[in-house]
């Protein structure tokens, strides 16, 4: 019996998630212009860590990432 050849685009999102957590900030950035999945995967790996401080711009920033369509799942 062949093997079936899997395509990335497949591929259950935990997997690429866990493809995008060795990948550089810059990588990512260019991975998540691939296709919506992989936009979520990266926005996951991308947007895991927040630092916010006691700025009016910080705050700005948050609601902008609170506001935006697909971060804010």
């Known amino acids: 019996m062949a093997a079936q050849a899997i395509h990335i685009n497949t591929l259950a999102l935990e997997l690429l998630?866990?493809?995008?957590?060795?990948?550089?900030?810059?990588?990512?950035?260019?991975?998540?212009?691939?296709?919506?999945?992989?936009?979520?995967?990266?926005?996951?790996?991308l947007f895991k860590n927040v630092f916010l401080f006691p700025t009016h711009s910080s705050f700005e920033r948050l609601l902008k990432l609170a506001n935006h369509t697909t971060i804010s799942k």
């Open 17 to 45: 998630t866990n493809i995008c957590s060795h990948l550089s900030v810059r990588n990512l950035k260019s991975f998540r212009l691939v296709s919506t999945q992989f936009e979520c995967a990266a926005q996951i790996e």
